[in-house]
């Protein structure tokens, strides 16, 4: 079972990278059982998409779309 440390990295890498099969099964496994992890997934996800936005819409607004 993976470490709430080595989730909170693998949930980092995954934003860069697709995680392999088995990586992804250990990570669900361990969301499942670790509310505090799953929390931290909840919140990365927000921020990368509230980032996401802050770039792409700034720039269309810029070109007046």
């Keep these: 079972m993976l470490t709430c440390r080595e989730v909170t990295q693998l949930l980092s890498e995954g934003q860069e990278r697709q995680l392999t099969v088995g990586e992804?099964?250990?990570?669900?496994?361990h969301l499942v059982m670790c509310q505090g992890c799953a929390n931290f997934k909840k919140q990365m996800s927000f921020l990368h998409e509230a980032c996401r936005r802050f770039v792409v819409e700034p720039a269309s607004k810029e070109r007046g779309e």
């Design 24 to 29: 992804g099964l250990r990570l669900r496994v």
